[in-house]
């Protein structure tokens, strides 16, 4: 299978900001719902915060090149905060670390493998940094080892089925369809048509 590996052409840097301004958008409308299902209690909000990861993992799944979790993460960020996201700048910051340690995940695999164990670890590395800045922050130190374990674990299996298997299974459905064939060509034939 042919597979161009050099950078970022132009193409995909456009794709990619395309792909993070559509989740900046659903970021943005997660907000309500994430609070929605707060007041039920047993951090069950914690199993929908995934949503904020997804933006990293669907574009380096489309793109599949080195940098585009990163973008595709601060830019959906980007778009959450101009939308008017209900945590201001604070989102940028929680985009960037959040991309990077999802980047650094895909980077341990040399950008070679784009399956659902891969994207699901991005997903972890995601959630780890979500909650490192969340200790920072100095909110969930505070709750009791059980109810810490409890919170924890849930916002790694969210993010677990949100931005790994649905993400994985989000881009596969796209593949069958086609649309993918323009963002990543398998033979050099196919890139040799996209640059005429």
């Known amino acids: 299978m042919f597979m161009q590996t050099k950078g970022l052409k132009l ?28 007041p039920l209690g047993l951090h069950l909000d914690q199993l929908i915060y995934g949503m904020w990861f997804i933006a990293a993992t669907v574009a380096y ?4 090149k080195p940098g585009v979790a990163l973008l595709a993460e601060v830019a959906a960020a980007s778009g959450e905060f ?16 959040q991309g990077l340690l999802a980047e650094l995940v895909f980077a341990a695999f040399r950008y070679k493998r784009f399956d659902v164990a891969v994207v699901s670890l991005a997903a972890v590395g995601s959630t780890i940094a979500s909650l490192v800045l969340d200790f920072y922050k100095g909110y969930i130190d505070q709750l ?36 993918t064939q323009l963002l990543r060509p398998t033979t050099k034939e196919d890139y040799d048509s996209l640059d005429q």
């Open 144 to 179: 009791a080892w059980w109810n810490l374990t409890l919170f924890i674990g849930a916002r790694f299996v969210g993010a677990i089925i949100i931005a790994g298997v649905f993400a994985y299974s989000l881009v596969k459905a796209l593949e069958a369809t086609g649309v």
């Open 11 to 38: 193409t995909d840097v456009l794709t990619t900001v395309v792909v993070a301004i559509v989740f900046g958008i659903v970021y943005k409308v997660w907000g309500p719902l994430y609070y929605a299902v707060k």
């Open 61 to 64: 799944l489309l793109i599949r």
């Open 82 to 97: 101009l939308a008017g996201s209900e945590w201001g700048l604070e989102v940028l910051f929680y985009g960037f670390v």
